[in-house]
């Protein structure tokens, strides 16, 4: 059990959250499953096997747990909705109004771990073994994962006429 | 970074650390509800205790199926053990 304390976490906390917070809500795309998200994850990383006092530790860690729990949600989702979608014949996008700006949309046009992958390589500045375990995945397949990743979002940007220079 | 030496050329990839940057730099939306840290500490306090509860529980959750099953395989023992008996008093 990690050795934490109220203000080991609080200290923690304070300088994390708005990080998780961010990667929650542009993987996921809504604000309330990010608000519950990191809630989540800064809940579950006290009762971790985890020196309290390895910042670098934690960190990935907290990143690590709201990737399972945002994993969690999209095979819960998945379930859901292909019953939902039976039912009713197509699926329904819903998106968050104030997620769709001129800056994420093309962002919000990838999957949701192509979201992941790009956002901890870019701006976590995550390697290939951080990335895959954040996401529970093997880091051989990171690479190609990546790549792909890049690919398509440089294709959505390169389609909407969006560019570094360009804006 | 050596993972990015394929088809998106170093200016292509310019632009998309750039985009991702300012992406990463926007600024949280209003509809960001952090809960106070205080309340999340006891929140994750309940949630320890709750888990450590949970933790010592499982195995006697588990042994409850077990032991009533293990009386009613004795019950039937003792049943077939005593019908002969039961059989010359009835």
């Given at each position: 059990?990690?050795?934490?304390?109220?203000?080991?976490?609080?200290?923690?906390?304070?300088?994390?959250?708005?990080?998780?917070?961010?990667?929650?809500?542009?993987?996921?795309?809504?604000?309330?499953?990010?608000?519950?998200?990191?809630?989540?994850?800064?809940?579950?990383?006290?009762?971790?096997?985890?020196?309290?006092?390895?910042?670098?530790?934690?960190?990935?860690?907290?990143?690590?747990?709201?990737?399972?729990?945002m994993a969690?949600?999209?095979?819960?989702?998945?379930?859901?909705?292909?019953?939902?979608?039976?039912?009713?014949?197509?699926?329904?996008?819903?998106?968050?109004?104030?997620?769709?700006?001129?800056?994420?949309?093309?962002?919000?046009?990838?999957?949701?771990?192509?979201?992941?992958?790009?956002?901890?390589a870019y701006?976590?500045?995550?390697?290939?073994?951080?990335?895959?375990?954040?996401?529970?995945?093997?880091?051989?397949?990171?690479?190609v994962l990546?790549?792909?990743?890049?690919?398509?979002?440089?294709?959505?940007?390169?389609?909407?006429?969006?560019?570094?220079?360009?804006? | 970074?050596?993972?990015?030496?394929?088809?998106?050329?170093?200016?292509?990839?310019?632009?998309?650390?750039?985009?991702?940057?300012?992406?990463?730099?926007?600024?949280?939306?209003?509809?960001?509800?952090?809960?106070?840290?205080?309340?999340?500490?006891?929140?994750?306090?309940?949630?320890?205790?709750?888990?450590?509860?949970?933790?010592?529980?499982?195995?006697?959750?588990?042994?409850?199926?077990?032991?009533?099953?293990?009386?009613?395989?004795?019950?039937?023992?003792?049943?077939?053990?005593?019908?002969?008996?039961?059989?010359?008093?009835?």
């Amino acid at each position: 059990m990690a050795n934490w304390d109220e203000r080991t976490f609080a200290s923690f906390y304070e300088r994390t959250w708005r990080a998780v917070w961010l990667y929650a809500y542009r993987v996921t795309g809504h604000a309330s499953d990010a608000d519950d998200i990191v809630q989540e994850a800064f809940c579950r990383i006290i009762s971790a096997e985890i020196d309290a006092s390895d910042e670098e530790g934690l960190r990935r860690y907290v990143f690590r747990i709201a990737g399972n729990l945002m994993a969690d949600r999209w095979r819960r989702a998945a379930r859901e909705g292909s019953w939902l979608e039976r039912l009713r014949g197509a699926p329904e996008v819903h998106v968050d109004p104030e997620y769709d700006d001129s800056v994420s949309r093309e962002f919000a046009a990838l999957t949701p771990r192509e979201r992941a992958l790009l956002w901890l390589a870019y701006v976590e500045g995550d390697n290939h073994q951080e990335i895959a375990d954040a996401l529970g995945l093997r880091r051989g397949s990171i690479k190609v994962l990546l790549f792909r990743a890049r690919a398509k979002l440089r294709d959505l940007l390169t389609a909407r006429g969006v560019t570094a220079r360009a804006q | 970074m050596s993972w990015f030496d394929r088809n998106v050329t170093a200016d292509e990839e310019q632009h998309l650390a750039g985009y991702m940057t300012r992406l990463g730099a926007s600024p949280l939306p209003r509809t960001a509800r952090m809960p106070d840290v205080e309340l999340l500490w006891v929140k994750a306090q309940m949630l320890r205790r709750w888990e450590a509860e949970r933790k010592v529980q499982a195995p006697l959750d588990l042994m409850e199926p077990v032991q009533i099953a293990a009386g009613l395989v004795a019950a039937g023992v003792l049943l077939v053990w005593a019908l002969p008996s039961l059989l010359k008093v009835f």
